[in-house]
Antibody, heavy 122, light 107 residues
Framework: EVQLLESGGGLVQPGGSLRLSCAAS????????MSWVRQAPGKGLDWVST????????YYADSVKGRFTISRDNSKNTLYLQTNSLRAEDTAVYYC???????????????WGQGALVTVSS | EIVLTQSPATLSLSPGERATLSCRAS??????LAWYQQQPGQAPRLLIY???NRATGIPARFSGSGSGTDFTLTISSLEPEDFAVYYC?????????FGGGTNIEIK
């Protein structure tokens, strides 16, 4: 059974940083692209970033480019999102999500974690 | 960026009725469109990918169709657990984008 478990969320002041982690199990982690998708309170889904299985390609939404960094450690089956220069509008539940298939150029998301809440407020 | 517009925003239906949800893309998404269901307080669940392929474990009452700029999710007969918010998502090009959602509520 695929399991994705996020951690690292919390309350941070504007301009601050947080590192989110997503521990994966139940599948061949290094074979799949992984992504972060966020959802602001009461709002819709917002794609943040994707990293390919090997880690050699990364993609970002314009809203986070230059502030967020996605990475993965395939030896630990763990996905990360380093978030810097946080703004109030970054407040959201952050989900990690697995691609539905191996080797696709762009992902759909067939497994999701439970989400980690990031609140940016003074 | 491909903008996805979902309609209607809210659909009021009764159990057993047919639901038809629309997702329109601002430019061609080919067949690279997915549909997700989200229940309150839960993570989204993939229903359909690449326009018409049901994800693992998804009941046959869910079907997807369309290509290019116009896509449809059909639920043939609503079950009580189907009342939720539905999102479309394109993977034709970066950045990946989601529609604003359609809420199916009990009439």
């Amino acid at each position: 059974e695929v399991q994705l478990l996020e951690s690292g969320g919390g309350l941070v002041q504007p301009g601050g940083s947080l590192r989110l982690s997503c521990a994966a199990s139940g599948f061949s982690f290094s074979s799949y692209a992984m992504s972060w998708v966020r959802q602001a309170p009461g709002k819709g889904l917002d794609w943040v970033s994707t990293i390919k299985g090997s880690g050699d390609s990364t993609y970002y939404a314009d809203s986070v480019k230059g502030r967020f960094t996605i990475s993965r450690d395939n030896s630990k089956n763990t996905l990360y999102l380093q978030t810097n220069s946080l703004r109030a509008e970054d407040t959201a539940v952050y989900y990690c999500a697995k691609d539905v298939r191996v080797g696709t150029a762009t992902p759909n998301f067939d497994s999701w974690g439970q989400g980690a809440l990031v609140t940016v407020s003074s | 960026e491909i903008v996805l517009t979902q309609s209607p925003a809210t659909l009021s239906l009764s159990p057993g009725e047919r639901a038809t949800l629309s997702c329109r893309a601002s430019q061609s998404a080919s067949s690279y469109l997915a549909w997700y269901q989200q229940q309150p307080g839960q993570a989204p669940r993939l229903l359909i990918y690449d326009a018409s392929n049901r994800a693992t474990g998804i009941p046959a009452r869910f079907s997807g169709s369309g290509s290019g700029t116009d896509f449809t999710l059909t639920i043939s007969s609503l079950e009580p657990e189907d009342f939720a918010v539905y999102y479309c998502q394109q993977r034709h090009s970066w950045p990946l984008t989601f529609g604003g959602g359609t809420n199916i509520e009990i009439k």
